[in-house]
């Protein structure tokens, strides 16, 4: 009774129901001869039908629950089931060759596997993916195995997987899905982050989940803090009962807020935004009542593909976010591409040290026709909102000075075309290098506005690289180093009367908040799931009872002093 | 037999939605359709086939229609290539 896992929290709330164990049953194929061919194709073309109904089921499913682009994939595989150069080489070997449809399919769909394997091209690779996985849907109709689909599940259940296919994600029904665990991937692998978008609990990284849950055990997964319980006790699940329903009410009094400005208890007003990557992402921002973009990251816009996207592709994209904004203000911090986050279709050599490498605004400068487009697409999108700018990766005033050069050329050149542009487009930077937070007071003179990109800024201010788990303990937040270099910056603006945002996962953290709204930080960006929290949370703060505890804040000798500090003044106050 | 060349104007080429949204359209027809880019010749009916070729923006391809019904194939693949946006 009573056993106790734990992993990474991926999705908050909280989930009893019974384990459901998603499974990939190995498929064994044999060769053998055949005598009646026609039977045989019969029972090929039998197990095509039923794999292609339940495509169908699945598709329509998923353009209920989510939506077309997501169904798509499922389009693409029915395509598959009825390609004539698939089956023919199928049948001919059945008729011909006399060998059973298993393998048959089998040798057929390998051939096509390796032949999109063997492409240069990462979009290609992930064909034989596809392939691989409508080729194991008719395999178990011929095998009479059953695989298991996500979709058809109707019964309230926890899923227990090794790790979740994105395909096996968008079938998850949050009407019957009330959970997930799975043994691999962190807080920003495909599933976690469809989870935060389906609102269901889930854990990730669990490492022991498969060989520990049986189907129909009891599980308990607590997505707010990465445990999870297996068999528990009745008294464990009534305080967990409790739990969920303490949250369940503390997120509906959220809700009330969706609407409401975020004033501080002394009537001071900051802003709530929202770090996005697509357009799409823009309804949940509303959803969740943000109030900005402070973070749009365009490398989405240029990843999965074979070449850089069309300036008018791009053009589309930044209106779109921009006219669902509907005039709230949306930063967009151009191309951030480089160190850990490659792309196909640009060859750059391996590095020795990819985050102090060539990244960010220093490739982005180098390659300055792919940057014109980018600022380009962003002039011209401009009029459709309040669109502000901001670069990456800045650490020195003339690489500022280099990437508004070029911005400002474009936007003469597109002037003399007679091309509507917004006139009060802000140009400003990112500051996540320590060089850069140093010398703010003369940023401050040129810029616009600053964002503080806490998870750089950490890492570069504590030389650990964050990828590194033997270094992890260095990854601190509070630790008053990044406190003062934040304030740091934050004087620097308010004496030259700009703003700061910041948009790093420390601007929705409950530590965090406190200190940085006596810092004076003006505007904080975090996962739109975590704006209603953060809202409530402010309205009850009083910045200038803040303001007077930074000082001992910010003489602190530890990250863990801090910390302590923080939440025992948030819990008195 | 008919024989048409076009220009692929879209951005993607004709990888993954516009494939699939031409060989979806055309497998009603009886005629038998190619597209030829490359000195290479695919079935224009087969998803794999069109996705292998990796056909790119700016790639100018040959399509042809040979059956019964090639003048209504060829029709489907012009207002196809129009509507999508593919090319011209």
């Not at chain 1, 682009?69 to 023919?88: Q, R």
């Not at chain 1, 599933?191 to 009891?218: D, F, H, Y």
């Not at chain 2, 224009?44 to 070729?53: D, Q, R, Y």
Request: glycine share 6%; net charge negative.
């Amino acid at each position: 009774m009573n056993q106790r896992l734990s992993g990474i929290a991926a999705s908050n709330g909280i989930a009893i129901a019974k384990a459901f164990r998603l499974e990939n049953p190995e498929l064994i194929v044999k060769k053998t001869s055949i005598s009646n061919s026609n039977a045989e194709l019969k029972r090929f073309e039998s197990a095509l039908d039923q794999s292609k109904s339940e495509l169908e089921k699945i598709k329509a499913q998923t353009a209920q629950q989510m939506n077309d682009e997501e169904a798509a994939i499922f389009s693409a595989h029915l395509l598959v089931l009825s390609d004539p150069e698939l089956l023919g080489p199928i049948t001919e070997k059945i008729k011909l060759e006399n060998v059973n449809a298993e393998f048959a399919l089998q040798e057929t769909a390998n051939m096509f596997i390796g032949l999109f394997e063997s492409m240069d091209n990462d979009y290609m690779k992930e064909r034989a993916a596809d392939i691989r996985d409508v080729t194991k849907r008719v395999l178990a109709h011929l095998l009479g195995v059953s695989i298991q689909n996500p979709s058809m599940i109707t019964d309230e259940v926890i899923i227990i997987a090794e790790d979740l296919t994105p395909s096996d994600t968008v079938q998850l029904n949050p009407q019957y899905v009330k959970g997930f665990i799975t043994d691999i991937g962190g807080r920003t692998s495909h599933s976690a982050i469809l989870a935060r978008t389906l609102e269901i609990p889930a854990v990730v990284g669990a490492k022991t989940v498969m060989s520990s849950i049986q189907n129909g055990m009891i599980v308990i997964v607590d997505g707010l803090e990465g445990d999870i319980i297996v068999n528990p006790d009745q008294k464990t699940i009534a305080s967990y009962e409790d739990k969920k329903a303490r949250y369940e009410q503390q997120k509906s009094e959220w809700a009330k807020l969706k609407n409401e400005p975020t004033i501080t208890s002394d009537g001071y007003h900051v802003e709530l935004g929202a770090n996005i990557g697509t357009p799409k992402d823009v309804a949940g921002v509303l959803e969740h009542g943000g109030e900005a973009i402070g973070l749009y990251r365009t490398e989405f816009l240029y990843m999965g593909r074979n070449q850089f996207p069309a300036e008018d592709e791009q053009v589309e994209a930044y209106a779109s976010v921009l006219k669902q904004m509907n005039g709230k203000p949306t930063v967009v911090r151009t191309l951030d591409i480089g160190g850990d986050k490659e792309l196909s279709y640009l060859k750059l050599p391996k590095e020795m040290n990819p985050f102090l490498g060539f990244r960010a605004i220093r490739l982005c400068l180098e390659m300055e026709e792919m940057f014109r487009t980018q600022l380009r697409a962003l002039l011209r999108a401009s009029i459709h909102g309040n669109l502000k700018i901001m670069f990456p990766m800045i650490a020195t005033i003339e690489e500022f000075r280099q990437a508004k050069t070029l911005f400002l050329d474009e936007k003469a050149k597109l002037e003399k075309k007679n091309i509507a542009i917004s006139k009060t487009i802000e140009v400003g930077i990112m500051v996540e290098i320590p060089s850069t937070a140093v010398m703010a007071d003369i940023f401050a003179k040129e810029v616009d506005f600053f964002s503080i990109g806490t998870n750089d800024l950490i890492q570069y201010t504590m030389a650990a690289d964050r990828m590194n788990e033997r270094v992890s303990y260095l990854y601190q937040p509070f630790n008053p180093a990044i406190l003062r270099l934040v304030k740091i910056v934050i004087d620097a603006a308010h004496k030259e009367g700009k703003w700061v945002g910041m948009c790093g996962e420390m601007a929705g953290d409950e530590i965090a908040i406190p200190i940085l709204l006596g810092l004076g930080l003006d505007e904080f960006s975090m996962s739109a799931s975590s704006i209603l929290k953060a809202r409530s949370q402010i309205l009850k703060l009083s910045k200038k009872e803040m303001e007077r505890h930074t000082e001992t804040i910010l003489s602190m000798s530890t990250s863990q002093e801090v910390e302590t500090y923080v939440k025992k003044i948030s819990v008195t106050e | 037999m008919i024989e048409k060349q076009y220009n692929i104007t879209s951005a993607e080429g004709i990888h993954a939605r516009p494939a699939a949204v031409l060989v979806g359209a055309l497998a009603p027809y009886k005629s038998e359709i190619t597209l030829e880019w490359n000195d290479k010749k695919v079935n224009l009916k087969s998803i794999l086939g069109v996705m292998s070729l990796g056909v790119s923006s700016g790639a100018s391809i040959t399509i042809s229609a040979n059956g019964e019904d090639e003048e209504h194939a060829m029709a489907k693949v012009a207002e196809i290539m129009e509507t999508q946006g593919i090319g011209n």
